[in-house]
């Protein structure tokens, strides 16, 4: 059962919502135990990492957010914007949980990653906001 809406929402919320499945609420439950909603079926509910906490807060802000109308162009403006918010907050990610991947972000490899994530946002963005 849902309590409270937390203030930091957890890593496996905001994964959630990096993949488009979700907009990363995050929610305290009445159960006992430290786990949200989304990972009380089984997985382990983990902080972000402190200096990700700030970007993870205004990512599941901002989708939490309704479109001020639904133009096509504020449709598009909106996928716009979450694209980038979702590439800063994995590089975050990334690079909190592993140092490891600023490689990965140096290298000239990177366009291809970008172009992936493209698709993917395009064919999720509308389920949770429609
Ligand atoms: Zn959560
Ligand atoms: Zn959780």
């Known amino acids: 059962m849902k309590v409270s809406l937390r203030h930091i929402p957890c890593l496996g919320c905001v994964r959630s919502a990096l993949k488009g499945m979700s907009i990363g609420d995050c929610w305290d ?42 133009s096509e162009e504020a449709r598009r403006r909106d996928r716009s914007i979450k694209r980038d918010l979702r590439t800063a907050v994995k590089m975050a990610l990334d690079t909190s949980l592993h140092p490891e991947d600023w490689d990965k ?26």
């Open 29 to 70: 439950t009445a159960g006992k135990g430290k786990r949200c909603e989304r990972c009380s079926h089984g997985h382990k509910c983990e902080e972000v990492p402190d200096d990700c906490k700030a970007l993870s807060r205004r990512f599941v802000l901002y989708l939490a957010r309704p479109l001020p109308n639904n």
């Open 105 to 130: 972000y140096n290298s000239v490899g990177g366009d291809s990653s970008d172009d992936e994530d493209d698709e993917d946002d395009d064919s999720l963005s509308d389920d949770p906001f429609a």
